[in-house]
């Protein structure tokens, strides 16, 4: 009907044709409308590198390379640097441009090494005292900086946010047009979740230098306030997918003239669903730009937006950093019945030492609001978190938990990733998460930044699937593995064989072709 009356409304010519269940059907028949020919879509990918050249045209040139090896880096023997990465959390790196591989750089291992030129930069490492780099940085830092795309495989805690915000602010400040001539934006990073952007936010206005300006545009904060702010000109968008293709498809920004762009968290966008709104934001960065990509893990998904996305990029993958780092985190598990979850929870909070600060995970929304009122009741202060909650109180949630307000923060996975508070004692996990990956997340979020912390968690006969990769990562950080729980994993792993063999004895055997 809408066709119809579109069809109608701008005097288009149509004829009837065909019905279908009593209806007639419209067919378009462009010969009968001169004015307005359909669109030539052969025509259109046949040019479709003359227009994209157009629509490029006249864009100011990118400069990519500002690295200048230190002495002390440069004599390091490749058996020196093998070592270095297999001591620094195995760090693998690979380049991977098709045909002739290039060399990749040898690791920064002081501050100095790779920032002795850039003063701003060095007082600002200074300032928070900062002892060297993480081994992300140190392998990331000279890739980046010669101007090569790069796909850091790393979790939030390993410093990757600076790995890719400080090669950024030199990138940003050192192009050959300025601020005013740029007529943009020229570094966009683009991040799953909210919090996530608003911590990369936080980060980057405490080491950005030269008077740079950052804005961070997320879905349900103040999209008028972040308006205001984009127009009235800044260097730096942080952003999440979804509210930037809104202001970008209202012409409220302009992504043309970004020259480095920055994928973090690829794989936590594409679980989101963000696939379609990063396409159509990356259709209108120009192509030349320089990209970094950052992601937990490496499936295939994030692998095809790799090829899509960076351009002959190489790969730094730091080993499974929280599964190794765990040595700063005593892992407990406990295997008990549905019903006695609520009393341990509860014995857990009562035994709370004045200094602890917990997280207490839970699978479902509604059984975080359940938890938190409960304790809000029994006048227990606690803050909850989880995605159904209006963007000012997730936010307020999270900063009275950062100052300490509140103790306790009974959130779901929303808080798994990229919460970064140091002093995180305890994760107690009332509800085992949907995977085992998700609870290395979780219990990353205590035993940070050199502290010890530790993780309680609950397993019921429910979550018999992941017994055996949970034991897998106990027996890996040395932690005891309840013997309830190998039962689980070998109760679970008859289960299987059973099923096999049933479906064997249902499935009619199939013959071969030979057979046939
Ligand atoms: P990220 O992985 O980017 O979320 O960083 C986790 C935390 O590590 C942040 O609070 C950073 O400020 C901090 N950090 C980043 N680089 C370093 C470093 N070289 N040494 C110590 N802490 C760092």
């Not at 052969?42 to 050249?53: D, F, T």
């Not at 893990?297 to 765990?326: C, E, F």
């Not at 309840?482 to 049933?502: C, D, G, N, S």
Request: glycine share 8%; with cysteine; proline share 5%.
């Amino acid at each position: 009907m809408l066709i119809d009356d579109a069809v109608t409304r701008s005097g288009q010519n149509y004829i009837r044709s065909g019905t279908e269940k009593g209806r007639t059907l419209d067919v378009v028949k462009p010969e009968n409308n001169p004015k307005k020919p359909g669109i030539n879509w052969a025509s259109l990918r046949e040019n479709r590198a003359k227009y994209e050249a157009m629509k490029w045209a006249g864009l100011p040139p990118i400069e990519k390379n500002f690295y200048k090896e230190s002495p002390r880096t440069a004599s390091m023997s490749p058996e020196e640097v093998e070592v270095w990465r297999k001591e620094n959390n195995n760090i693998v790196c690979d380049d991977l441009k098709e045909g002739e591989k290039r060399c990749i750089p040898n690791p920064v291992c002081t501050f100095e090494d790779v920032f002795e030129h850039y003063p701003d930069i060095m007082a600002n490492i200074r300032k928070v005292g900062f002892q060297k780099p993480t081994p992300i940085q140190s392998q990331a830092w000279p890739i980046i900086l010669q101007g090569i795309d790069l796909i850091g495989i790393a979790q939030t805690g390993t410093g990757k946010t600076l790995a890719y915000l400080l090669p950024g602010f030199i990138h940003l400040t050192s192009q050959p047009v300025s601020q005013n001539e740029r007529g943009g934006p020229g570094m966009l990073v683009l991040a799953p979740t909210r919090e996530l952007a608003l911590q990369v936010e936080a980060e980057c206005s405490k080491y950005a230098y030269k008077g740079i300006k950052s804005v961070c545009i997320y879905g349900g904060g103040d999209r008028k306030g972040q308006i205001n702010l984009v127009t009235k000109g800044v260097d730096i968008v942080i952003a999440t997918p979804g509210r930037l293709n809104d202001l970008q498809m209202n012409n409220f920004i302009n992504l043309k003239s970004i020259t480095y762009l920055v994928l973090d968290e690829a794989d936590r966008m594409l679980d989101m669903g963000f696939e379609p709104q990063i396409m159509k934001i990356l259709i209108d960065v120009r192509p030349d730009r320089q990209t970094t990509m950052t992601s937990a893990t490496w499936p295939d998904g994030v692998r095809r937006l790799a090829k899509s996305y960076l351009k002959n990029p190489m790969i730094v993958y730091v080993g499974t950093l929280d599964l190794a780092a765990v040595n700063t985190v005593e892992q407990k598990v406990l295997v008990v019945l549905e019903g006695e979850k609520r009393a341990l929870m509860q014995h857990f909070v009562d035994s709370m030492k004045p200094k602890d600060k917990v997280i207490i995970f839970v699978g479902k929304k509604n059984t975080v609001d359940d938890i938190a009122s409960n304790f809000g009741l029994q006048g227990i202060p606690v803050q909850s978190l989880h995605g159904n909650r209006e963007q000012y109180d997730r936010e307020q949630a999270l900063d009275d938990f950062k100052k300490g307000r509140v103790r306790i923060l009974v959130a779901t996975d929303l808080a798994s990733r990229g919460l970064d508070v140091h002093d995180i004692t305890h994760i107690f996990n009332f509800d085992f998460p949907r995977n085992i990956e998700e609870y290395v997340h979780r219990i990353g979020r205590t035993g940070r930044a050199g502290r010890t912390g530790v993780a309680l968690t609950l397993v019921t006969e429910h979550d018999w699937r992941v017994a055996s990769e949970l034991i897998e990562i106990l027996e890996r950080a040395n932690q005891v593995v309840p013997h309830q729980l190998v039962a689980m994993a070998e109760r679970y792993k008859q289960f299987q064989i059973r099923k096999e063999t049933e479906k064997g004895v249902r499935r009619p055997q199939r013959k071969s072709p030979h057979q046939l």
